[in-house]
T-cell receptor
Framework: NAGVTQTPKFRILKIGQSMTLQCTQDMNHNYMYWYRQDPGMGLKLIYYSVGAGITDKGEVPNGYNVSRSTTEDFPLRLELAAPSQTSVYFC???????????FGPGTRLTVT | RKEVEQDPGPFNVPEGATVAFNCTYSNSASQSFFWYRQDCRKEPKLLMSVYSSGNEDGRFTAQLNRASQYISLLIRDSKLSDSATYLCVVSGGGADGLTFGKGTHLIIQP
């Protein structure tokens, strides 16, 4: 049982490039989330999904897009990368809202 | 008032000591409460849920005070491996989900 997996672990992007961060969970959780965490700061919610085909914006969605075509996968797309998107990105899942969330190991992204 | 407030620390504590931290939350409708642990450059991991009657898991005890809207975490007989950042987490955030505090940094010294 792998839980929540994320790829890649690290990535360096040039300004203006695009990329997709992958997230997969094998716990059959309906809810999935994307957070970013800047150094010394708390987690900020980017996007979330309550089930396949349903996504919605969190606190800091600008510059990102998501899709949820299956229960297992919740990729995060960065379009036109900017230095302000340098951060650690965590994907999480939970069986229901307001329940404990399980996190993937994170993707460390640097935009230069 | 911030949604979930924690003293960022750091708390420097000798090995074997007892340490306690609190967090306060602003949403009186919150129903679920958790403590997470985050090691440096790692993902947050669930440490324990917090129940209304208080609960214990080994050396860790969590308490909830709904009237005053605070949650506490007590660590007894602290170990070097307890060094980490402890995140207070409360339901009622966006996405029908959770709101995370910024964390309290704990350093256990030999």
């Amino acid at each position: 049982n792998a839980g929540v997996t994320q790829t890649p672990k690290f990535r360096i992007l040039k300004i203006g490039q695009s990329m997709t961060l992958q997230c997969t969970q094998d716990m059959n959780h309906n809810y999935m989330y994307w957070y970013r965490q800047d150094p010394g700061m708390g987690l900020k919610l980017i996007y979330y999904s309550v089930g396949a085909g349903i996504t919605d914006k969190g606190e800091v969605p600008n510059g990102y897009n998501v899709s949820r075509s299956t229960t297992e996968d919740f990729p995060l797309r960065l379009e036109l990368a900017a230095p302000s998107q340098t951060s650690v990105y965590f994907c999480a899942s939970s069986s229901q809202g307001r329940r404990e969330q399980y996190f993937g190991p994170g993707t460390r992204l640097t935009v230069t | 008032r911030k949604e979930v407030e924690q003293d960022p620390g750091p708390f420097n504590v000798p090995e074997g000591a007892t340490v306690a931290f609190n967090c306060t939350y602003s949403n009186s409708a919150s129903q679920s409460f958790f403590w997470y642990r985050q090691d440096c450059r790692k993902e947050p991991k669930l440490l324990m849920s917090v129940y209304s009657s208080g609960n214990e898991d080994g050396r860790f005890t969590a308490q909830l005070n709904r009237a005053s809207q605070y949650i506490s975490l007590l660590i007894r007989d602290s170990k070097l491996s307890d060094s980490a950042t402890y995140l207070c987490v409360v339901s009622g955030g966006g996405a029908d989900g959770l709101t995370f505090g910024k964390g309290t940094h704990l350093i256990i010294q030999p």
